[in-house]
């Protein structure tokens, strides 16, 4: 697998399986002197098995620095949804045809991290937006709700959570 940190499964009504797979900053074998602080997401990777694991083709989702919490989910029409968050927003991929391309779409939310990925059965999306995005590095104040699409991704809206957490 491409990667070694944050994983997402998914397998489509056609048996495809998707494995959703982050890359982070690897250790040297020498750790004397070795700086954590510089340690970091560093890509999201995907990869795509036909033939039910046999064989995997893999391309990269994101190659952006502190990119972390990456999920994969389908909406009802079989499209593919990938989040993700860097730092810098919750950002949003999707793909039409079978994971075989990926399509940018409008960030989910400029500030906070991807908690988790869900879909629903007439195209909803949920998507948990915690405080704490890149990587850990990123506490945003006041970000903690769910971003709820009604339509299959094009537009979001803010759901607040029930409680209170204490980031």
């Not at 083709?57 to 919490?69: E, K, L, N, T, V």
């Amino acid at each position: 697998a491409q990667g070694n940190s944050d994983v997402d499964l998914f397998i489509d009504e056609k048996g495809n399986i998707f494995l959703l797979s982050m890359t982070y900053t690897k250790l040297p074998e020498d750790l004397d002197n070795f700086d954590f602080s510089t340690m970091k997401g560093e890509q999201v990777n995907i990869g795509v098995s036909r033939d039910e694991g046999q064989s995997w083709d893999w391309q990269f989702i994101s190659r952006g620095d502190y990119d972390d919490r990456p999920w994969i989910t389908a909406t009802t029409n079989g499209n593919l949804h990938i989040i993700w968050n860097d730092g810098k927003g919750v950002h949003h991929r999707i793909s039409r045809d079978s994971g075989k391309s990926w399509e940018e779409r409008q960030t989910i939310n400029p500030k906070g991290g991807s908690s988790h990925l869900a879909s629903g059965p007439d195209g909803q999306l949920a998507v948990r937006v915690s405080p704490l995005s890149a990587s850990g590095f990123q506490m945003d104040e006041g970000v903690d709700f769910i971003r709820l699409s009604l339509d299959q991704g094009e537009s979001w809206k803010d759901v607040d959570l029930p409680g209170n957490r204490d980031w």
